[in-house]
Structures are given as structure tokens and as C-alpha cells.
T-cell receptor, first 116, second 116 residues
Framework: DAKTTQPTSMDCAEGRAANLPCNHSTISGNEYVYWYRQIHSQGPQYIIHGLKNNETNEMASLIITEDRKSSTLILPHATLRDTAVYYCIVSSPYDADSSNTGKLIFGQGTTLQVKP | ETGVTQSPTHLIKTRGQQVTLRCSSQSGHNTVSWYQQALGQGPQFIFQYYREEENGRGNFPPRFSGLQFPNYSSELNVNALELDDSALYLC???????????????FGPGTRLTVL
């Protein structure tokens, strides 16, 4: 089962920041937070990941709370092309001793609708 | 640089038949993962192949099997098809085991399988 909880859907006005929340209260110390998105009829696309510190790349920013129990993905200036399902995933790296394969477990995600 | 490609795009089979889906990894990637995505759901991890060996499996029966070839391309085989196998099948490649930071997964567009 997915270890994250996300709102089912959100709306955002074009040009405004989209803030997508994610709860991962059972996250353990070596688990990373990943965000992927899936635009209609396409495969998921990697956005960003983080462990403890806030991260930023050309697509988005990831804010992780100090206790690491929740995070927020920020799209600073949403466009119509950002309309998609956004998945927050918690995953630990491959560990041969624990047989953890580092697989990604997707939940239902948040459907973000960017409106003109 | 060529991205992840999958074939065929669409496929219709009848219950009880067998199907083979194919995936070509992104150049330089040695790991491939397969996911099943039912309509309206997030992708579900089937299994992962690393350097031609299965390395991790999700909650799928043995009639789901796979292969990874020396050139790191991959096949997903499903025997004795059931109606519930109707889904989008996604292949993702990465330069290393999934879940390892820096080894983000790159997804193909998927194969839409319909079982009648």
C-alpha cells in the first residue's frame, strides 16, 4: 500500500503558484520523498525528490517539514500544460540486506486542474 | 538520446490467451521496471529487472513474467489472460535500481491492453 495521503483533486489559476500537499506520517529515516506527474495518456514523469532539505529544480520546489511527516510540491507559475495527476511517493533505496528493491509505490495522486 | 519506447501501443486479446509486451530502455539504462495501471488508479509495481535478473516483485501472480536482454530491452509476458488484466502497462528504465536517489525512473508511453 502507498505510504502517502494526498487530496484527490485541486484547482489552480494559470500563472499562480500551485501548492500540492502530501502526508507521509510513517516515513522512516532512510526514505526519500519523490514526486512524479502523469499527464493524460502519457507515462509518469519524474519531477523532484528530497530527503530532509528543501529542494528546487527547473520544474518545481519541494518543501519537507522538519519532522518529515509531510511535504509540499510547489509549481511556481502553473500553466495549462501542468494539468496532470501528481503522485507523491515515499521510497527507500535498494538494500540487499533487507531485500528492499527500492520500488516506487504509487497511490491515487492529486489531479491538478490548471484553469485559464 | 532516445527515450523509453514500448510496443505495441494498443492490443486486444481474449480471455485465456497469452501476450508479450516489449520495452526498449533509454540509452545507458540497465534497470527496467514494469507497472500495471488500471483505469483511474495509480501504477502498480509488477517487477524490476537489473542486469538481466529479476530484482523485486510486486503482488502479481506467476503468470506475469518477464525478461531483460543483454541490450537491456525487456519483455513482459502474461499467460492465461483474465478480464481484470485489462490495463495500461508501463515500462520504466533507470540507470540503477529504482529508489536510489539520482536514478530516477523514465517511463514509456505504455501499452493499452484490452482483454475481452
Amino acid at each position: 500500500d502507498a505510504k502517502t495521503t494526498q487530496p484527490t483533486s485541486m484547482d489552480c489559476a494559470e500563472g499562480r503558484a500551485a501548492n500540492l500537499p502530501c502526508n507521509h506520517s510513517t516515513i522512516s529515516g532512510n526514505e526519500y520523498v519523490y514526486w512524479y506527474r502523469q499527464i493524460h495518456s502519457q507515462g509518469p514523469q519524474y519531477i523532484i525528490h528530497g530527503l530532509k532539505n528543501n529542494e528546487t529544480n527547473e520544474m518545481a520546489s519541494l518543501i519537507i517539514t522538519e519532522d518529515r511527516k509531510s511535504s509540499t510540491l510547489i509549481l511556481p507559475h502553473a500553466t495549462l500544460r501542468d494539468t496532470a495527476v501528481y503522485y507523491c511517493i515515499v521510497s527507500s533505496p535498494y538494500d540487499a540486506d533487507s531485500s528492499n528493491t527500492g520500488k516506487l509505490i504509487f497511490g491515487q495522486g492529486t489531479t491538478l486542474q490548471v484553469k485559464p | 538520446e532516445t527515450g523509453v519506447t514500448q510496443s505495441p501501443t494498443h492490443l486486444i486479446k481474449t480471455r485465456g490467451q497469452q501476450v508479450t509486451l516489449r520495452c526498449s530502455s533509454q540509452s545507458g539504462h540497465n534497470t527496467v521496471s514494469w507497472y500495471q495501471q488500471a483505469l483511474g488508479q495509480g501504477p502498480q509495481f509488477i517487477f524490476q529487472y537489473y542486469r538481466e535478473e529479476e530484482n523485486g516483485r510486486g503482488n502479481f501472480p506467476p503468470r506475469f513474467s518477464g525478461l531483460q536482454f543483454p541490450n537491456y530491452s525487456s519483455e513482459l509476458n502474461v499467460n492465461a489472460l483474465e478480464l481484470d488484466d485489462s490495463a495500461l502497462y508501463l515500462c520504466a528504465s533507470s540507470f540503477g535500481l529504482a529508489g536510489v536517489p539520482g536514478y530516477e525512473q523514465f517511463f514509456g508511453p505504455g501499452t493499452r491492453l484490452t482483454v475481452l
